[in-house]
């Protein structure tokens, strides 16, 4: 059962994210690490599904290559805290049960607190 499970998660999250390359499943410590790719070939987002779930630490990239995102889900819920990088800053968003407790924005110089 757990096998049909694992290949209905990777089935339904290949069709949501349409794209010509296509994604890469493996397992590793009986969990399914998933590289999802840009059509130019870079790495779009990567981590890992544990029974179905989004569990680990995921990243995702630019098509450039630059980091975009990282952070960790615990059985499906983001946990912790996850870095988001733009152009000009760092968003550092601390989660609580998936839910935002907290976020701080660091700009080249500056800490700016919303």
């Known amino acids: 059962m757990k096998k049909v499970v694992i290949a209905v998660v990777l089935l339904v999250s290949s ?10 499943f493996e397992v590793v410590d009986q969990m399914v690490k998933a ?16 029974d179905g779930k989004l569990h680990g630490k995921w990243m995702a990239y630019n098509e ?3 980091k975009q995102s990282i952070g960790e889900y615990n059985k499906g819920a983001k946990t912790g805290k996850w870095f988001f990088w733009s152009d000009t800053t760092l968003s550092e968003v ?4 998936s839910r935002i407790a907290e976020v701080k924005k660091w700009s080249k110089d500056v800490l700016v607190k919303n």
């Open 35 to 50: 590289t999802y790719y840009y059509d130019n070939g870079q790495v779009k987002q990567e981590g890992y599904y544990l």
């Open 15 to 24: 069709l949501s994210f349409a794209q010509e390359v296509k994604p890469k």
């Open 94 to 97: 601390d989660f609580s049960d």
């Open 64 to 66: 450039d290559g630059s």
